[in-house]
């Protein structure tokens, strides 16, 4: 069982928020289960967090084992294009103006969805519409 992780599982836990411990025990869970792995778009939005190195990310992600996957592969943009397409049409015509989700969210479920088994993710409402295939493991905001 191969976990794909999202930026927002990740960012809590290295940053200390109230919710890290809990996130961990999820994160411990999914290890025992299979391999954690991240998408290389939630490799470069991590290197966006105050105070992180790229080189501290690798020593994180190391430390956690936790595989980075650089090359997703064409199968992977082609749907990420794809499924963000019909997002876009959908917004449109339903008089939501231009689309508003970020492109990347849709390469990280068409990375999780194609190259992992799910996606653990903080996001509920994100990945459902547009990915009804992608098995996700929801981590609420609000954890004790």
């Known amino acids: 069982m191969r976990t794909a992780l999202d930026t927002n599982i ?3 836990v290295w940053s200390g928020e109230p919710s890290a411990g809990a ?3 999820q994160l411990s869970k999914a290890r025992a289960e299979g391999a954690l792995v991240v998408s290389a778009p939630v490799f470069v ?3 966006a967090m ?3 190195k790229v ?3 690798e020593k994180l992600l190391g430390e956690m ?3 980075v996957d650089f090359d997703l592969g064409e199968d992977v943009w082609q749907l990420a294009a794809t499924s963000f397409a019909a997002y876009a049409i959908r917004r449109r015509r339903s008089g939501g103006g ?3 989700r970020l492109l990347v969210d849709f390469v990280i479920a068409s990375h999780a969805l194609l190259k992992a088994d799910r996606l653990m993710t903080r996001d509920a409402n994100r990945y459902g519409l547009d990915f009804p295939n992608l098995r996700l493991i ?3 905001r609000r954890m004790r």
Do not use: N
């Open 10 to 12: 990740l960012s809590p």
């Open 138 to 140: 929801l981590i609420p």
């Open 45 to 47: 939005e991590l290197s």
């Open 98 to 100: 231009s689309p508003k």
């Open 23 to 25: 996130i961990v025990a």
């Open 50 to 52: 105050p105070a992180v």
């Open 65 to 67: 084992t936790i595989a």
């Open 55 to 57: 080189q501290r990310i």
